[in-house]
């Protein structure tokens, strides 16, 4: 269907609005700006200049969409109860927001049958402008021999307390230049500084160190930060001891094994 730019910046931004009631950001990018970066065999299947938006969680997420989210659904079946949240509430806000639009929506946990993701979360994330993604490839010199060390984004107003959980492609949406390109905000520019974030990030990201490379505005509550400490097999005892599941959907052993 023909949309004017007018329509698509409108549905874009009723996008922003709704999905960061429930403490999501978004930022559109041109497929092509990702396919540029990619190796071929992660190319995105869309004409270059089709209209993509990526999707972030923000600490306020787990108070804004989570907890809610808990009260009113019970676990329904194998998932994991965040990527549930998160496919709800993103796939509701889009429906509403793009009416007309047929959108292909894929999330971070979803893989290929090549076993290869459906998107790479953190390129997106940097080519939209939304976090810098720092790899190694960002490194003179890198001191780690051989060894290969994973490459992490940061976002310049919340450090690493975000998490990058879906892309959306308005297939039929052609953007020109009303889109531009902008890159993302370079917060750790220093080598120094980005070493001490790849090992941090590589070496002892269970302690969570590295998402606050940088100073933040936000980072996750006290009861975020028990909810994703508390070991992946434990999780359903501790929404029960919240209140948030019954004895019956325990029985549903829900398996819980993701970190916001
Ligand atoms: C598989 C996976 C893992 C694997 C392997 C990690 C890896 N990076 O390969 C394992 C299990 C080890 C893992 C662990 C973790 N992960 Co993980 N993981 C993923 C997942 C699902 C896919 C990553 C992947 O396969 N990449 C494939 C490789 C080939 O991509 P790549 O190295 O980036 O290479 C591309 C770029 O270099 C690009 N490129 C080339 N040149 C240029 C130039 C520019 C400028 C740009 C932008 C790009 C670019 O082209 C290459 C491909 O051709 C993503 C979610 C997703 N859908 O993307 C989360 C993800 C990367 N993980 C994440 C996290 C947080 C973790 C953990 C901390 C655990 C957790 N969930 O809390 C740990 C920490 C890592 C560690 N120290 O072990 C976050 C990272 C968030 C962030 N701020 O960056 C992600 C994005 C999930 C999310 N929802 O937010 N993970």
Known sequence: MATSSKEVKECIESLRESLKSYGFEIY??????????????????????????????????????????????????????????????????????????????SYDYEMLPSRRPKFLAQ?????????????????????????????????HKLGGWFAIRALLVVKDVQVGAELQQKDPPD???????????LEKFNFCWQDWTYR?????????????????????????????RWGFMTETDTEKQCSMNKQG
């Open 123 to 155: 390129t997106a994330a940097h080519v939209s402008g939304a976090a810098y993604y720092y790899q190694m490839s960002d490194i003179h010199n890198p001191p780690w021999g051989d060894k290969k060390m994973f490459g992490v984004c940061i976002h």
């Open 187 to 197: 917060c750790v520019s220093a080598q120094e500084d980005r070493i001490e974030l």
């Open 28 to 105: 559109p990018f041109k497929v092509g700006w990702y396919n540029a970066v990619t190796s071929q065999a992660h190319h995105l299947s869309y004409p270059a200049d089709t209209l993509a938006v990526v999707v972030l969680s923000t600490p306020s997420m787990f108070e804004r969409a989570f907890l809610p989210f808990l009260k009113s659904q019970s676990c329904e079946n194998v998932r994991d109860p965040v990527d549930q949240c998160v496919s709800h509430t993103v796939s509701s806000c889009v429906s509403q927001c793009f009416p007309n639009q047929s959108v292909d929506v």
């Open 212 to 240: 606050d490379i940088v100073p933040t505005e936000e980072s996750y509550s006290p009861q975020q930060r028990e909810y994703f400490f508390t070991p992946p097999a434990q999780r359903v005892a501790l929404l029960r």
